[in-house]
């Protein structure tokens, strides 16, 4: 039997497993298989001014029936040399991609009009991976994802930080459960939201930004973030708000040293206390340095955390050294 002649649920299921190349060769065969290679072709596409492959958005934009096949689409083109009627072709392209599940769009920031041009909604997006400034475009664009799950936007620069955050409409992304992004972006996107996992990269928490986060309809369970403060107030504020926080990781800028010496003891036994009343904590780093969650010997549950570097060695029970001013017991 020739392989034209072959069900086409076979045909379907050999094109799944083909490498481009050889999904170019089979749409060149004849009639019957092109329409099932060209599905396959362009159904997760990762487009980059490195990979010298942006003529394929040409393609998008200007072949609609192509586009409906597109399911993950990536895009990195932030080089000064995309201009603006390229970034007119991506908006046009998009705006085919009815059926999209996951998108990445790394442009210029400032681009985020690009999302006008997608006039349709997008029912099967989950994923929206983006270097946009959060405004009103991406505001409109997220009222049309209605089953998206994970989110990264403002990823820019933190100068676009000073710029007032648009209010999201309560009926937007009423699924989330992942963010990526700054911190003031986030305190206008996760409250009223079942987000689980906060990562900000960007921004300055502040302790009153963690009472505002806690206001997810779920638990927090992993939590990331960057200040240039006392991470003292944040962590008690965490340890008062978030207190199902399985992984948590605070990087500062702030200078240790200038803690006085009389009360650096004291500094390190509230981050403890603050840690010990997070029950579900399974790891915690601060500034860089892992805080190892061990137990006092193999009976006891209570947890001891070690304010030291950690090397990456695995400590046992009977290494710790309990009278050290390093560990602090609860």
Same mark, same amino acid.
């Given at each position: ?151 990264? *936007?403002? %990823? ?6 000073? $710029? &007032?955050?648009?209010? =999201?409409? +309560?009926?937007?992304?009423?699924? @989330? ?12 996107? *996760?409250? %009223? ?6 990562? $900000? &990269?960007?921004?300055? =928490?502040? +302790?009153?930004?963690?009472?505002? @986060? ?35 990781? @605070? ?80």
């Amino acid at each position: 039997m020739a392989f034209a002649q072959l069900p086409v649920e076979l045909i379907d299921a050999i094109c799944q497993r083909g490498q481009p190349t050889d999904l170019v060769a089979l749409s060149r065969t004849c009639s019957s298989i092109y329409p099932v290679a060209q599905r396959h072709l362009y159904r997760h596409l990762s487009i980059s001014t490195a990979s010298r492959n942006l003529r394929a958005v040409v393609t998008l934009a200007r072949r609609p029936e192509l586009a409906q096949n597109v399911r993950t689409f990536s895009l990195r083109a932030e080089c000064a040399t995309v201009f603006r009627p390229f970034l007119r072709l991506v908006g046009m392209a998009l705006s085919r991609m009815t059926e999209l599940v996951s998108l990445d769009l790394f442009v210029d920031p400032d681009a985020s009009w690009i999302l006008s041009e997608a006039r349709c909604t997008y029912t099967r997006l989950s994923r929206f991976s983006c270097s946009l400034v959060f405004d009103s475009h991406v505001v409109e664009f997220l009222g049309k994802t209605e089953a998206l799950l994970e989110l990264q *936007v403002d %990823g820019a620069s933190i100068s676009h930080n000073a $710029l &007032p955050v648009p209010a =999201l409409p +309560a009926r937007s992304i009423p699924h @989330l459960s992942q963010f990526v992004g700054s911190s003031h972006v986030a305190c206008a996107i *996760v409250p %009223g939201r079942p987000v689980e996992s906060i990562h $900000l &990269p960007l921004g300055d =928490l502040t +302790a009153e930004d963690v009472t505002v @986060l806690a206001n997810s309809t779920s638990h927090v369970l992993i939590f990331g973030a960057t200040a240039t403060s006392s991470p003292l107030p944040i962590l008690e504020s965490l340890s008062q708000h978030m207190s199902s926080l399985i992984y948590l990781r @605070l990087m500062t800028t702030f200078d240790f040293l200038e803690v006085p010496q009389p009360s650096l003891q004291s500094f390190y036994e509230r981050i403890a206390k603050a840690l010990s009343s997070l029950a579900d904590l399974e790891g915690f780093e601060l500034g860089g340095l892992h805080w190892v969650n061990a137990q006092k010997n193999l009976q006891d549950q209570q947890p001891v955390w070690q304010s030291q570097p950690f090397a990456g060695e695995i400590i046992g029970a009977e290494d710790l050294d309990l009278d050290s001013d390093l560990f602090y017991v609860y």
